[in-house]
T-cell receptor, first 109, second 114 residues
Framework: DAKTTQPPSMDCAEGRAANLPCNHS???????VYWYRQIHSQGPQYIIH???NNETNEMASLIITEDRKSSTLILPHATLRDTAVYYC??????????FGTGTRLQVFP | SAVISQKPSRDICQRGTSLTIQCQVD?????MFWYRQQPGQSLTLIAT?????????ESGFVIDKFPISRPNLTFSTLTVSNMSPEDSSIYLC???????????FGQGTRLTVV
């Protein structure tokens, strides 16, 4: 599975959009981009995934560049409860999720 | 969605002893996984628990240290054997049903070895 690179930490004001980048330059054609988050003292929680097209659900939007070498997770209106570590994972399937170091997002009032 | 119950939620153990962690799911699932999260670190996959056969271990993890059972499609156990302080971590169970894209995680077992 391809390796991902994420910034170690980011800040975001409450109510603003949080844009979390992820680089996956070695992604192969059949690999998906998954995003999970881990709120303190909880197990990871699925957010969204995509292959080529941009995706949106009730939690977030996922923007994947045309060359698929990078992606951005967008939380449109961040709240304090969105403070968490966000993991970008590239995998052919969900059978084996290999977690990187993630981005620690701090939402402040 | 799957609801996962892990027991115990936390424990403090003496070095040299063993602890068995249980993972119970409220529905039958195809795949179950065990992860370790060391203090301040990301999650590391230990093994895939296979129903009716030996678990599949990731590099760096061995059956003698982390024996795993999976007697049916809703239950698995992970044993941390001959514990040392370096085994102090959160151990998490994860499940996935075939065809699903969303994996579910338990709340984890916080283990401290003294």
């Amino acid at each position: 599975d391809a390796k991902t690179t994420q910034p170690p930490s980011m800040d975001c004001a409450e109510g603003r959009a949080a844009n979390l980048p992820c680089n996956h330059s070695t992604i192969s054609g059949n690999e998906y981009v998954y995003w999970y988050r881990q709120i303190h003292s909880q197990g990871p929680q699925y957010i969204i995934h995509g292959l080529k097209n941009n995706e949106t659900n009730e939690m977030a939007s996922l923007i994947i560049t045309e060359d698929r070498k990078s992606s951005t997770l967008i939380l449109p209106h961040a709240t304090l409860r969105d403070t968490a570590v966000y993991y970008c994972i590239v995998s052919r399937n969900t059978d084996k999720l290999i977690f990187g170091t993630g981005t620690r997002l701090q939402v402040f009032p | 969605s799957a609801v996962i119950s892990q027991k115990p939620s936390r424990d403090i153990c003496q070095r040299g002893t063993s602890l068995t962690i249980q993972c119970q799911v409220d529905s039958q699932v195809t795949m179950m996984f065990w992860y370790r999260q060391q203090p301040g670190q990301s999650l590391t996959l230990i093994a895939t628990a296979n129903q009716g056969s030996e678990a599949t271990y990731e590099s760096g993890f061995v059956i003698d240290k982390f024996p795993i059972s999976r007697p049916n499609l809703t239950f698995s156990t992970l044993t941390v054997s001959n514990m040392s302080p370096e085994d102090s971590s959160i151990y998490l169970c994860s499940v996935l049903d075939r065809g699903d894209t969303e994996a579910f995680f338990g709340q984890g077992t916080r283990l401290t070895v003294v």
